[in-house]
């Protein structure tokens, strides 16, 4: 009888040893020191966000898809609804920001977070979200904030915590999760207290699959 079961028992084991082996970056194993990969000035994400802020007193939330696409010189933001349908675009440039909702003229300020707080109800944070989609940031001590699984927080110099809350990896192919590949961010929450500028207000941002290594 114990010869017969002792193959079983040996496959149990086996798929027991196999079920171990999670991703380096996933939260059954030790975090991750590898740091995120190099900035790209020239990127396009999509995801989901999630807002949470403040309207007459009242706690309002809000839930957008959007499309990411940026440059050296310029961002363009779409965010769409659940269902698919253009909710506002966004565009900033070095010397102004110009946001359109639909069937509405567009509106144009120099700073994209107080236009985006009049027209939406909640500031958006285009000039942070250009590193921080990424993993970086300027953290309040003026020095670069690099993210990784095992450092993933940090309080901006203009006052906003985040946290990397999950992460995703990226090798040189979908199935290449080697403990080489790169974290990628894949979950981000961002809040900031109310202060005399502005209104309190928390995202959760939700990043969509990567498919391959960011070029270089």
């Known amino acids: 009888m114990l010869i017969k079961l002792l193959p079983l028992t040996l496959v149990c084991l086996s798929l027991s040893a196999c079920s171990t082996l999670t991703s380096p970056f996933s939260s059954g194993a030790a975090p991750s020191v590898q740091t995120v990969a190099p900035y790209r ?8 966000l999630n807002v949470v802020y403040q309207k007459d007193d009242k706690p309002e939330s809000a839930t957008v898809n959007f499309n990411w696409q940026q440059t050296a010189q310029r961002t363009d933001v779409t965010l769409y609804s659940p269902v698919g349908s253009t909710l506002a675009t966004i565009a900033v440039t070095p010397r102004e920001a110009v946001l359109t ?12 977070d107080t236009l985006s707080a009049q027209m939406l109800g909640w500031s958006l944070p285009v000039s942070g979200l250009r590193d921080w989609l990424q993993g970086y940031a300027m953290g309040a001590d003026g020095k670069r904030f ?11 110099k203009d006052g906003w915590r985040l946290r990397y809350v999950s992460w995703q990896e990226v090798g040189q192919n979908v199935a290449d999760n080697t403990p080489g590949a790169l974290p990628q961010p894949r979950r981000i929450d961002a809040e ?3 202060s005399a500028q502005a209104d309190a207000v928390s995202l959760r941002i939700v990043l969509d699959p990567a498919t391959s290594a960011p070029a270089p």
């Open 146 to 156: 690099v993210a990784s699984p095992a450092n993933d927080s940090v309080t901006t």
């Open 192 to 194: 900031r207290n109310a």
């Open 101 to 112: 909702q639909s069937g509405k003229a567009p509106r144009s300020a120099p700073d994209v």
């Open 41 to 48: 000035e020239q990127v396009e994400l999509t995801g989901r």
